[in-house]
């Protein structure tokens, strides 16, 4: 990286920013909008929670994995067991990733699920049981992408520490050979 | 040293990848300097993928899990090791490792051909009626979420008053019933996986689904009866095996029982609302 030129550094993926925005801005648009000009309950529930719905696949499936380089999902084995599984690229490819991406992807991820947030307490303020349920679909939506992808970047960095373990291991042992075959 | 000549590192604590670039430069710095060297061995496969046997409440089972096997080994005694390859997940099902770099129209395919495969081993004839969980190993949740939306809007759209609560009453029914039924299972000592039966009790909604746009179209009130009940005896026939596997025969009748008054009490809503 070239600090001294910090400017002219720009997003890497710029379509797949948008989208991730995209989908989270439109649900939140949409419900704090709605409810104020649109009267009908069904309409406001289905686009809300659709949007929201489209957001998670977008974030889980295309703008985690391109953005920061991580993916995760849940599948069954053989023995009819529950395996996570979490996926990332290599190191190097990993610190060639675009620190603006990666900004941009965690930050919108908190923040979308602190507005879910308020908004939650809003309409519990208020008593209503049936906006509670459409922020609750969203915010469960939301929180679930963030333990996702904060699993697997643990899992991300605990893969690199026993890289860098094993290089040290095998270094060690190879000099020492090698010293040993000299004398 | 050589090894910090030939990768230059700007070390810095703002991000994560500047503590792996300090991870890297730990490394370099405590090496052991020698008269000659050894080449650093480097990944040769950019993905790495890690299975993780997540301990949750919502498994349980009388057998011990057996203990998880790693799969890269590379012994530190070998004077030059091979360059050191991630586990890959040798299993046929889900994803495959390389799903990092696939391009977005493989995902969506992907993601379309699992939902059609799901629904036709659910509510039609398969081979894996007998061992269900094989049928819907590879489970999501995006079928039972479209029919759950689907099903509320047909009810709120017969509905002459009161669309919203009708609406909300649907959603909130099927979501939490699907939850309570699986909680129903696992306190009864079964063998679920809890997002596998969310999935397969969304799946079976299917029928009741098709009964209701029937019933939403014609007026009368018997052919609203015998449909409801050919689709009530078809749901009810798709989540049989998969809940009376899960548990002993002994409790098969305390699991069997609230799946089926759940889907009896959405027959009844769909004949009621007019």
């Known amino acids: 990286m070239d600090l001294g030129h910090p400017v002219g550094e720009n997003y890497a993926n710029p379509n797949t920013c948008f989208f991730h925005v995209l989908f989270k801005a439109a649900a939140l648009a949409f419900y704090i909008l709605s409810a104020l000009f649109i009267d009908n309950f069904v309409i406001i529930f289905v686009m809300t929670v659709l949007l929201a719905a489209l957001d998670f696949w977008v974030v889980k499936n295309l703008s985690g994995r391109i953005l920061v380089g991580l993916r995760w999902w849940n599948e069954i084995n053989d023995l009819g067991e529950s395996v996570w599984k979490f996926e990332s690229l290599d190191q190097q490819s990993l610190a060639r990733m675009n620190k603006k991406d990666s900004w941009l992807f965690w930050w919108t991820l908190y923040l979308t699920a602190v507005a879910w947030t308020m908004l939650a307490i809003f309409s519990l303020i208020r008593l209503q049981a049936d906006y509670l349920l459409v922020v609750g679909v969203c915010l469960t939506l939301c929180i679930a992408n963030i333990v996702g992808f904060t699993e697997c970047q643990k899992n991300a960095k605990k893969r690199i520490q026993q890289f860098v373990s094993r290089t040290i291991a095998s270094r060690v042992s190879s000099t020492l050979q090698s010293a040993f075959s000299v004398v | 040293m050589s090894h910090s000549d030939t990768i230059p590192l700007h070390p810095s604590s703002q991000s994560d990848i500047d503590e792996i670039e300090n991870l890297i430069n730990a490394s370099v710095h405590q090496s052991v300097p020698s008269a000659r060297p050894p080449s650093p061995p480097r990944a040769s496969i950019p993905v790495s993928v890690s299975v993780s046997t997540a301990p949750s409440p919502f498994i349980s089972s009388n057998l011990p899990p057996p203990p998880p096997l790693p799969k890269s080994s590379v012994s530190a005694v070998t004077p030059s090791p091979p360059p050191p390859r991630p586990g890959i997940a040798t299993s046929g099902f889900g994803p495959a490792p390389n799903t990092l770099t696939e391009p977005v129209w493989d995902t969506v395919k992907r993601d379309l051909s699992r939902i059609v495969s799901n629904l036709k081993l659910v509510v039609f004839p398969n081979p894996y009626r007998e061992d269900p969980g094989k049928a819907l190993r590879d489970w999501d949740l995006w079928g039972p979420f479209f029919f759950i939306v689907f099903l509320g809007l047909t009810l709120s759209w017969s509905a002459s008053v009161k669309k919203s609560e009708v609406f909300a009453v649907a959603f909130a029914l099927l979501a939490a019933g699907a939850v309570i039924l699986t909680l129903n299972v696992l306190l009864l000592g079964g063998h679920i996986i809890f997002f596998q039966s969310l999935s397969l009790l969304g799946y079976c909604l299917f029928p009741l689904d098709v009964g209701a746009l029937i019933c939403m179209l014609k007026d009368n009130v ?53």
């Not at chain 2, 015998?226 to 899960?246: G, H, R």
């Not at chain 2, 009748?253 to 809503?269: D, E, I, K, N, T």
Request: with cysteine; glycine share 2%.
């Open chain 2, 222 to 274: 018997i052919v609203k009866v015998v449909v409801v009940c050919v689709t009530l005896a078809w749901s009810s026939w798709a989540a049989y095996p998969f809940m009376s596997s899960a548990v002993s025969p002994r409790r098969k009748a305390l699991a069997l029982y609230p799946v089926f008054l759940m889907y009896v009490s959405v027959g009844f809503l769909i004949i009621a609302i007019d």
